[in-house]
């Protein structure tokens, strides 16, 4: 992971986290660490999202597919080496998660106005770092009920 | 911390746990065992053990978004986490 930033004046800091064939941009404020992949155990009748319940510092922590959130191409046997642990929901009821992906590439910032808005879900819309698009995660819209 | 004495129990690749005063009785039946609840049984593929002290914790909204199964909360045992089941409302990948 490189540790410089790409400057975006009033920009927010996010890390960039590789999902499939996508990038994700999550926001450095609702990242609490990057882990080797955690074990995730799977519940039956679980959604396709949900991989399963791992163990981190001695609690159970939910382990999502990202690519799967975000509808990325994934391959047929994704191995998802390391699990972003993050907090998400809606700002009065704050859980811990764990994303599993493909790797933290970068931190970036990301200035509001260049991103374009999605038409909704978890990718609050998609912007261009570095010459490539990445999708901005709402990590709030994650908790929200379907 | 709970005080209650948890049954634990493997099926598939899951961990489960039951309140034990509400286990009737174990049953082997071939390969698996049922755990005998006061209106239903369970399957299970393995016991393994009883547990004091688990901290159950309730099922949060993100975690209830992808898995809509009724249970009493989800706990770590010895590094594993679990699903305790609600004896009143078993998921059904137990009882078939």
Known sequence: MKGTAERAPGGVPCLLVQAGDD???????????????????????????????????????????????????????????????????????????????????????????????????????????????????????????? | MSTTAFLLFRRGTSLWAVPGEQVGGLEAQGDTVCVRLATTGLWADEVVGLARGLEVRPVGALLRRFWRVRCRGVAVHDGVPLVVVDAENPPRALTE
């Open chain 1, 23 to 146: 990038l994700c941009a999550v926001p450095i404020a609702a990242v609490r660490r990057v882990v080797k992949a955690l074990q995730a155990y799977p519940l039956p009748g679980a959604g396709p999202e949900l991989l399963g319940l791992a163990e981190y510092g001695g609690e159970p922590l939910a382990v999502l597919d990202l690519a799967r959130l975000v509808n990325a191409s994934s391959g047929p046997k994704p191995l998802y080496p390391v699990t972003v642990v993050v907090t998400a929901g809606p700002a009065n009821s704050r859980e811990t998660v764990g994303l599993a992906a493909d790797g933290a590439v970068e931190i970036v910032s990301i200035a509001p106005a260049s991103v374009v808005p999605s038409a909704g879900g978890i990718v609050r819309g998609e912007a261009t770092v570095g010459g490539k698009v990445v999708r901005l995660i709402d990590l709030e819209a994650l908790g929200a009920s379907t």
